[in-house]
């Protein structure tokens, strides 16, 4: 939980220590950033010492792509929508163009994409099971920023959610314009 907090010097004199707090926040998120990274980089290296990675070239060529255009979509998400790693509580618009007309996460669908990508670029099958656990963890933190989103964007959100029926892949939207398109 986060907030402003102050202490009281005298009856009159406060210091703002949001400063301090705005900073924890970040440093907390950075930490994660890093550990997600750190853990998939520990998951190869596991797979090479207990000899559970395997080497195919058209799985490497795969995976380097699907790394590459994870990074690609998480870009565009973050060209469009230039407060995506804030707290929701920070954001004050809701991002209906670019990529966010095709699914209501593009950022989070760049990262899983770029997790599996890089465990089937080296081949590691702890790193794929860790690529399997992220994706969850992503697909919760999409459905907690969405009902975040709800309570204080109301109708507007929900207007986008039915415009932007899918979270990661945009099977339903693309259904329905070929179905329109008819």
């Known amino acids: 939980m986060t907030g402003v907090f102050t ?17 924890a926040m970040k440093l907390r998120k950075s930490l994660c950033y890093s550990a997600t990274w750190i853990s998939l980089t520990m998951g190869i290296v596991i797979g090479y010492l207990l000899g559970l990675n395997y080497s195919n070239v058209i799985l490497c060529i795969i995976g380097w792509s699907l790394f590459i255009l994870g990074f690609y979509i ?3 998400s973050h060209r ?24 209501r996460h ?6 899983i994409l770029a997790f599996f990508g890089l465990a ?16 969850f963890y992503h697909y919760y933190l999409a459905i907690k920023e969405e009902k975040e989103m709800l309570k204080k964007f109301s109708d507007t959100y929900a207007e986008y959610m039915r415009e932007v029926p ?16 008819r």
């Open 166 to 181: 899918d979270r990661f892949l945009p099977i339903r939207k693309i259904i329905r314009d070929l179905r329109r398109a």
């Open 80 to 103: 469009e929508h230039p407060k995506a790693h804030l707290d929701t509580k920070d954001v004050d618009y809701v991002a209906k163009h670019g990529i966010y007309a095709w699914v």
């Open 120 to 135: 089937l670029a080296f081949g590691s099958i702890p790193a794929l099971i860790i690529a399997l656990a992220l994706t």
């Open 7 to 23: 202490i009281s010097i005298q009856k009159h004199n406060k210091i703002d220590i949001s400063i301090f707090t705005g900073f």
């Open 74 to 76: 998480h870009y565009l």
């Open 106 to 111: 593009p950022g989070y669908l760049g990262l």
